[in-house]
């Protein structure tokens, strides 16, 4: 069946990096775009950002456009989000996403001194 883990989430102090996985099984990684989605306490879902199948295309929500990238390993059936001088409003629980409504449970980022 279609799995999706993420893992990499921890506390982190304002302006440090950490580096987001999302492992697929169940499915071959490369055939279908993935997305990073993320909800802070006492807001709705939203997305940070996608690839498409291959890695050739991406896109960024603009609050995190330049300090976020996403990338691919479809040899590892993994897709990273590599986020970068995080603030505390990227606190949340993030999570990836496959075409089809499939979802993973999430890992907790907390940017916080």
């Known amino acids: 069946q279609v799995q999706l883990v993420e893992s990499g989430g921890g506390l982190v102090q304002p302006g440090g990096s950490l580096r987001l996985s999302c492992e697929a099984s169940?499915?071959?990684?490369?055939?279908?775009?993935i997305g990073w989605f993320r909800q802070a306490p006492g807001k709705e879902r939203e997305g940070v950002a996608d690839?498409?199948?291959?890695?050739?295309?991406?896109n960024y929500a603009e609050s995190v456009k330049g300090r976020f990238t996403i990338s691919r390993d479809n040899a590892k059936n993994t897709v990273y989000l590599q986020m970068n001088s995080l603030k505390p409003e990227d606190t949340a629980v993030y999570y990836c996403r496959r075409t089809g409504n499939y979802w993973g449970k999430g890992t907790l980022v907390t940017v916080s001194s």
């Open positions: 169940g499915f071959t990684s490369d055939y279908y775009a």
């Open positions: 690839i498409s199948s291959a890695g050739g295309t991406t």
